[in-house]
């Protein structure tokens, strides 16, 4: 695919499949039937390009690949139209044969329409370089005379003029020798990439037809005028309702955010309340846990003023237990032996508030302790 600085494009005829067809077709048939017939497949790979000349179209296929985003892309042998439609040329029957590098073609016009395209395998500008000159003679006679026949097809179409583009090897000089028929190099009267300007032009000539890129243009029906009609009306008549009801709007929103602040305020008191609640919990479960305390420590007592008697070792002991009740101190077990006190704790704290509250005591003097039994020894004097 070539592209035009001016947004103009066309395919190459080598990357083109041409055939003709006779008859009548809408676009979806004529796309259908002749994919079928050349054996095009899968066929949505291909975009089709045709122009119509009489009864007979002349058909061209590409792949979508080859294809560019632009507007407007032909292909290469319907560009040669312009040359006549836009009179850089008088004469409505011409021929013209494009040299490329890897491949040659011939078009024939006649009253200014595509008649027919004629490939001329090994007639390229590569084929034709690796001959010499007696060769290339023998070559170009070929061509006109026989295997080619052009000379026959430029009577059968009564040609007026014969167009040579990229002519690198003077086969118009050859043409010279042996037709009677004006001829000039296209490069002349376009001078640089006249392909390029011919498909910028072409766009004011060829038809959405003859254009790969199909363009569709909307066709706006009675009913769907109606249509737009309508919802334009309505979008207009919801515009007038918005701005009609917008202040209401607007204070509803104001609204809305307050009601939503104090929810949240309110649910803010709420949380504070359950915190309050549980900590009153907390205390009153440590009240009652004092007061149990308290009355074991009272029952112990009693049971010792029942037991005991009062002497030395009965003060030691009740002197012990004041201790423990000063410091809220909750002991498992308890008894004595050989000026030894022997306790035992519910939990650690319980052990290492007595550890803390007896190691610098000096009526009671820290003997053994284990950590892992929460158990601690003292001894004291039997003053």
Do not use: W
């Not at 690949?65 to 006549?84: A, I, Q, R, T």
């Not at 007038?240 to 009801?245: E, Q, S």
């Amino acid at each position: 695919m070539k592209k035009s600085k001016n947004q103009g494009s066309f395919i190459s005829f080598n990357q083109l499949i041409y055939t003709q067809k006779q008859g009548e077709f809408d676009n979806d048939s004529l796309f259908i039937n002749t994919t079928k017939e050349l054996n095009l497949t899968p066929a949505f790979k291909y975009q089709m390009s045709f122009v119509k000349q009489n009864d007979t179209y002349h058909i061209f296929f590409t792949l979508i690949e080859n294809l560019n985003s632009l507007k407007f892309c032909y292909p290469e042998p319907l560009l040669f139209k312009v040359l006549f439609d836009e009179k850089i040329i008088k004469e409505s029957n011409f021929a013209l044969i494009n040299f490329n590098e890897n491949f040659t073609f011939l078009t024939f016009y006649q009253n200014g329409n595509l008649c027919t395209i004629k490939n001329l395998p090994q007639f390229s500008l590569k084929d034709i370089n690796l001959k010499n000159q007696n060769e290339r003679e023998k070559l170009f006679f070929e061509i006109l005379f026989e295997q080619g026949r052009v000379l026959e097809l430029l009577k059968y179409y009564k040609t007026q003029i014969f167009i040579l583009h990229r002519d690198q090897f003077k086969f118009s000089q050859f043409l010279m020798k042996h037709i009677d028929i004006p001829f000039l190099n296209l490069e002349n009267i376009l001078k640089e990439n006249a392909l390029e300007k011919l498909s910028v032009l072409a766009q004011k000539h060829l038809d959405n037809d003859a254009n790969f890129i199909k363009i569709t243009k909307t066709n706006f029906t009675p009913y769907l005028k109606i249509i737009v009609f309508f919802l334009l009306c309505y979008c207009f008549s919801l515009a007038i309702l918005f701005l009609k009801n917008y202040p209401s709007y607007k204070e509803s929103q104001i609204t809305k955010k307050y009601n939503q602040n104090l929810n949240y305020e309110f649910e803010k008191i709420i949380k504070q309340n359950n915190n309050i609640k549980q900590e009153n919990q907390e205390l009153n479960s440590m009240i009652n846990n004092q007061k149990l305390l308290l009355k074991q420590n009272e029952n112990i007592l009693l049971e010792l003023n029942k037991n005991f008697i009062l002497n030395n070792q009965t003060r030691t002991l009740f002197e012990f237990i004041s201790l423990l009740n000063q410091k809220n101190i909750q002991i498992l077990t308890l008894s004595l032996s050989n000026y030894t006190i022997m306790v035992s704790f519910y939990n650690k704290d319980n052990f290492k508030k007595t550890l803390e509250l007896f190691n610098d005591k000096s009526s009671f003097k820290i003997i053994d302790k284990d950590e892992t039994a929460l158990k601690i020894s003292l001894g004291y004097k039997n003053d």
